[in-house]
C-alpha cells in the first residue's frame, strides 16, 4: 500500500505580539507559583476587581475566568465540568466557568495532578466584583467556603437608569476601594505605597487607551485584522491591565497592524465580503469551528462587544473617577437600553452588515440582553441579526450545524441588502 503524498500546510508562524503575549502570561502564572512555593499570599480575581491594588503590593493574582476560557480553548474542560457536575453534584445549568473552576480548585488539591493547562496555585484570599456577573458571588462563596478563605469584595450597584452613575453609588464604590487597600495589604503582610498606586494607575490608562486604539483600526474596510485575534490579546487586559510588559505588547501590536494596512494585507484568512459585529463571549472550545465557518462565507467578524469590555478608563489620581469606571466598565452593569445602544453605536462605527450573536447558556444576563433587546439594533441600525446557541466552556451546547445554519442565513439576508443597495 502507498503512501500517502498528501502533504499537510505548515502553521503559519505566531506574529511577535502574540509570542510576547505568551510569555507575559507563562511569567505570571511562575511568578504566582514562586510566590507560593515561599510561603507568600497569592489571589483570584474576578476579571474587573480594580487590580490596581494588588499590583501596587506586588501580590500575585491569577484570574479563574481567563484560567477557564485558556483550558476550554485547549480542549481540556470536559473532566473539569463533569467531575463538579458529578462528585461535587453542581447543575449543570450554572455558569460553565464556574464549574469548570470549582472542578479544578479540588482537584489541584492532589499534588499530583496535572491534567489542566495552565496550572493555578491553590489561593489564600479571593478578589470579587459584581460589576460583570452576579452569579461572580455564589461561585467565590462556594470556592471560599470549600478552601476556608477569605473574600474581599467590591459590591457595584447595578445601573437601571440610563443616566451616568448616580454620585451616592460612586461614593459607595469609592469608600470600598479605600478600605480594600488597608485589608489587603494587612492580610498579605505588605506595605501600601501610594505614590507606586499612581503609578499603576497611570500604566493601566495607557495600556488601556493603546488597547483602545488598536481595536479602533478594525473600522478600515477591509479590515486589517480577523476580529477573533482580539481574544487573544484580551488575557493582557485582565491578567496585566497595570504592567509595562503589556504596553510593550500592544505597542508591538499596533505596530503589525498599522504595517498591514500600508501593505494593504490582513490577518483575516479569506475575502471579507460581509462584515458583522459577534455578540457575547467567545465559544472557547469551537473557535476553530466558528472561524472556519465565518471564512468559508467570508464574513469577518471585525468587533466585539466583549473584546472592549475590558477598558476601564478614569482620570489617574482620581480615586472617585476610578470608582465610576469600575462602577460602569462591564456590560452586564447597566440596563438593556443602554447597552444595545452602544451596540448600535458599534455597528453604524465599524459599518457592520450583520449581527451574529451568541446565545451562551452560562451567561444568562448577556442572553437576556440580546433576547429583549435585539429589537433596539434593528430598529437604529437596519442591519440583520442572527442567533445561535452556545457556551463560553461547555461543548455540549454548541451544534455545528446549526452554527453553519444561522451563519448562512444571516449571509443571504446581509447579501440581499447589499444587491438592494448597489441597485
Not at 17 to 34: C, D, G, P, W
Not at 221 to 229: E, L, S, T, W
Amino acid at each position: 500500500m502507498s503512501e500517502s503524498t498528501e502533504v499537510k500546510k505548515p502553521k503559519r508562524p505566531l506574529p511577535k505580539s502574540r509570542q510576547l503575549v505568551n510569555a507575559q502570561t507563562a511569567q505570571i502564572y511562575k511568578e504566582a507559583f514562586e510566590a507560593k512555593a515561599r510561603g507568600e499570599k497569592i489571589g483570584w480575581s474576578t476579571a474587573i476587581f480594580p487590580q490596581e491594588i494588588c499590583e501596587t503590593l506586588g501580590v500575585p493574582v491569577l484570574y479563574p475566568e481567563n484560567n477557564a476560557a485558556s483550558i476550554s480553548a485547549k480542549h481540556l474542560e470536559e473532566e473539569l465540568i463533569q467531575y463538579s457536575e458529578g462528585p461535587l453534584r453542581y447543575p449543570m445549568n450554572i455558569c460553565s466557568y464556574a464549574r469548570l473552576n470549582i472542578g479544578l480548585a479540588h482537584k489541584i488539591q492532589d499534588p499530583n495532578y496535572d491534567k489542566a493547562d495552565p496550572l493555578m496555585p491553590l489561593p489564600d484570599f479571593l478578589l470579587l466584583a459584581n460589576n460583570s456577573c452576579t452569579q461572580l458571588m455564589k461561585w467565590y462563596e462556594c470556592l471560599a467556603r470549600d478552601l476556608n478563605i477569605p473574600i474581599f469584595f467590591v459590591d457595584c450597584l447595578y445601573n437601571y437608569d440610563n443616566e451616568p452613575v448616580a454620585a451616592h453609588k460612586i461614593e459607595y464604590i469609592k469608600s470600598q476601594i479605600e478600605d480594600l487597600t488597608v485589608k489587603i495589604a494587612e492580610f498579605t503582610g505588605k506595605k501600601f505605597d501610594q505614590d507606586k498606586f499612581l503609578e499603576v494607575q497611570k500604566r493601566s490608562q495607557i495600556n488601556s487607551q493603546l488597547f483602545d486604539d488598536i481595536v479602533k483600526l478594525n473600522m478600515r474596510k477591509p479590515a486589517p485584522v480577523n476580529g477573533f485575534d482580539f481574544f487573544n490579546y484580551m488575557s493582557c487586559m485582565v491578567l496585566a491591565r497595570g504592567k509595562e510588559s503589556t504596553t510593550e505588547i500592544f505597542e508591538e501590536l499596533q505596530k503589525e497592524i498599522l504595517e498591514h494596512i500600508a501593505n494593504g494585507t490582513t490577518t483575516f484568512p479569506g475575502e471579507e465580503k460581509y462584515r458583522v459585529h459577534w455578540e457575547g463571549i467567545a465559544c472557547w472550545p469551537n473557535l476553530g469551528h466558528n472561524l472556519k465557518t465565518l471564512r468559508n462565507y467570508n464574513v469577518n467578524a471585525v468587533i466585539n462587544g466583549y473584546v472592549t469590555a475590558w477598558n476601564v478608563a478614569y482620570k489617574p489620581g482620581d480615586l472617585y473617577d476610578m470608582a465610576r469606571a469600575y462602577a460602569w466598565s462591564s456590560t452586564n452593569s447597566f440596563s438593556t437600553e443602554n447597552i444595545m445602544h452602544r451596540r448600535a453605536d458599534t455597528i453604524e462605527n465599524y459599518d457592520c452588515d450583520g449581527m451574529l450573536c451568541h446565545v451562551n447558556r452560562s451567561c444568562k444576563m448577556m442572553t437576556f440582553h440580546i433576547y429583549v433587546g435585539k429589537g433596539i439594533v434593528e430598529e437604529r441600525t437596519g442591519v440583520p441579526i442572527a442567533n445561535f446557541d452556545g457556551d463560553q466552556s461547555d461543548n455540549r451546547v454548541y451544534s455545528e450545524a446549526q452554527f453553519e445554519t444561522r451563519v448562512q442565513g444571516l449571509v443571504e439576508i446581509m447579501q440581499q441588502n447589499k444587491e438592494a443597495k448597489n441597485g
